[in-house]
């Protein structure tokens, strides 16, 4: 069974930034894609960024050119670097896994918060 761990979250000012880590263990396969998903009050769930095994990145519309992600693949972990908060990023930030093989498998880390005011 694979587990997801998330760290990093908290409360920082406007213009701060936080760092993110999310560690899988367990039977975790590859390929891969894993990264951050974020909900707000009442909100979907929407994409923050993900990378692949491959190192294919993708991010949210509203976060590029302000967070990265990076991986450790020796770690099976991924780390969202956030920068500029805004507080309209304040959110629950989730991580997840997605294992493409042998079959389709998605995970979901407990969450983390993030809230973004002075």
């Known amino acids: 069974q694979v587990q997801l761990m998330e760290s990093g979250g908290g409360l920082v000012e406007p213009g701060g930034s936080l760092r993110l880590s999310c560690a899988a263990s367990?039977?975790?396969?590859?390929?891969?894609?894993m990264g951050w998903y974020r909900q707000g009050p009442g909100g979907l769930r929407d994409l923050v960024a993900t990378?692949?095994?491959?190192?294919?990145?993708n991010y949210g519309h509203s976060v590029k050119g302000r967070f990265t992600i990076s991986r450790d693949d020796a770690k099976n972990t991924v780390f969202l670097q956030m920068n500029n908060l805004k507080p309209e990023d304040a959110a629950v930030y989730y991580c997840n896994l997605v294992v493409r093989s042998p079959s389709t498998r998605n995970y979901w880390g407990q969450g983390t918060q993030v809230t973004v005011s002075s």
């Open positions: 367990g039977s975790v396969g590859r390929p891969y894609t």
């Open positions: 990378i692949t095994t491959a190192g294919l990145e």
